[in-house]
């Protein structure tokens, strides 16, 4: 379909139209003109009050266990969240039934993948994800893997990862670990605090996430090689992180957008839409994870989506799964929680350059004749989050009827177009 987008203010650092208000001509698949009134023909018009474009965003987390559970999500449903919440790129855990530890599963994933949303899967660290061997990962980077992950599975094993940095800096693999240690979570099912004292509910101290971190950077040092941390929730992380990297170690890291915008007491009812691992944090980490943001300590925001079906969720709290789905909402969380610490110019390269570096990606760009992989959006229009809306497969949101700022106008990717 060829679109023309009218007036739309474009946010790519490399680009010479960037923070200029423009119009873009896509024909077959490509940007054919960008100029500051381009005459409508037989073109499909994108026009809006407040019109953003940026180069399609990435997530670099998303959970989709399929196959083994599609019915908590699908392939094509994750794809239409992801769509919808402006993403042409989703990094996909390992984590499905059977792991994905082998050439076959990975490209079960790309195989059903569509064409307007691209998925990148991560390999298995381990075989079966179980912590002790490490799986074929040459063999995985060779059919597509683009990292290494046991997924919300950490690694325990120091030895396991300190071997996973060694063999894959043979090839320039990255490494990627969920920091969190059991022994010291210890059951644990939202943050350790005031408000888990006064709920009467087991709390996870931010040292089970930090100790971990800790760990993990000084086998970096020891080993070299390149390591990524999902989801930093706490303060110490990111004060550890910074210092690794002023050292001149490649680690990176990401933060979920919902540790950002929502707090622990959202838990004093008990509703076990909020219970997430990482677990909702304090007001005070929260302002330390923003301030992780703004020093570029934090390289990119994931939607950690994470699909529960009602059976796993409404269950007494204790006993409840952890998780929540965000694909669709991860934008509009992150930019209603930092539109006031950060512009949008700052905030967009957070979905983009961010997870293309991490991945060691190349992007493409926003200029006469490159390919059109492209995100329009309003930043700062109003909306209010209904169940309705939701395409996931899982209805695990606690963000229904709660007003957000930024939505999605759509994406266009390999020629395809999705507009909600």
């Not at 873009?24 to 100029?35: F, P, R």
């Not at 926003?366 to 492209?374: C, N, P, R, T, Y």
């Amino acid at each position: 379909m060829d679109i023309l987008i009218k007036k739309a203010t474009i946010i790519a650092e490399h680009s010479s139209f960037h923070l200029q208000q423009m119009d873009l001509l896509i024909l077959d698949g490509k940007i054919s003109k960008i100029s500051t009134n381009i005459s409508n023909t037989i073109h499909k018009v994108i026009e809006a009050d407040d019109l953003y474009v940026s180069i399609g965003w990435i997530d670099l987390q998303a959970n989709i266990q399929d196959p083994g559970f599609e019915h908590k999500e699908d392939i094509l449903s994750a794809s239409k969240s992801a769509a919808a919440g402006g993403f042409t790129k989703i990094v996909v855990s390992p984590l499905s039934e059977p792991v994905r530890d082998s050439k076959s599963q990975l490209e079960y994933l790309t195989k059903h993948s569509t064409e307007v949303v691209e998925i990148l899967p991560l390999g298995a660290l381990s075989k079966g994800a179980k912590g002790t061997e490490l799986a074929e990962l040459y063999d995985l980077k060779e059919a597509g893997a683009v990292g290494f992950s046991d997924g919300k599975k950490s690694i325990k094993n120091p030895n396991l990862l300190n071997r996973a940095l060694l063999y894959t800096q043979a090839f320039d693999g990255i490494v990627f670990n969920f920091p969190h240690t059991d022994e010291v979570a210890c059951q644990g099912v939202m943050n350790e605090g005031e408000t888990s004292t006064m709920l009467g509910l087991k709390g996870i101290p931010e040292l089970s996430e930090s100790l971990m971190v800790a760990r993990d950077l000084n086998i970096l040092e020891y080993t070299g090689g390149r390591l990524h941390l999902n989801s930093i929730s706490t303060s110490k992380s990111i004060e550890l992180i910074a210092k690794a990297r002023k050292d001149g170690m490649f680690v990176t890291c990401d933060v979920a957008s919902y540790n950002l915008l929502l707090e622990e007491t959202e838990l004093e009812d008990f509703d076990t839409r909020f219970k997430t691992l990482p677990p909702l944090r304090s007001n005070k980490t929260i302002k330390a994870l923003i301030k992780g943001i703004k020093n570029g300590t934090v390289s990119a925001i994931s939607s950690d989506h994470t699909p529960e079906d009602v059976e796993e969720k409404k269950k007494e709290f204790d006993h409840a799964a952890f998780g929540i789905i965000n694909l669709q909402t991860s934008f509009a969380v992150a930019n209603t929680a930092l539109k006031k610490s950060l512009s949008i110019d700052q905030i967009i390269p957070l979905f983009t350059n961010g997870p293309a570096a991490i991945l060691g990606i190349e992007l493409p760009k926003i200029e006469e004749g490159s390919v059109a992989e492209l995100t329009i959006f309003q930043p700062k229009k109003e909306f209010i989050f209904t169940k309705e809306q939701v395409l996931s497969k899982s209805k695990n949101s606690p963000l229904f009827n709660r007003k957000l700022m930024g939505t999605v106008v759509g994406v266009i990717n390999n020629g395809k177009v999705a507009l909600n």
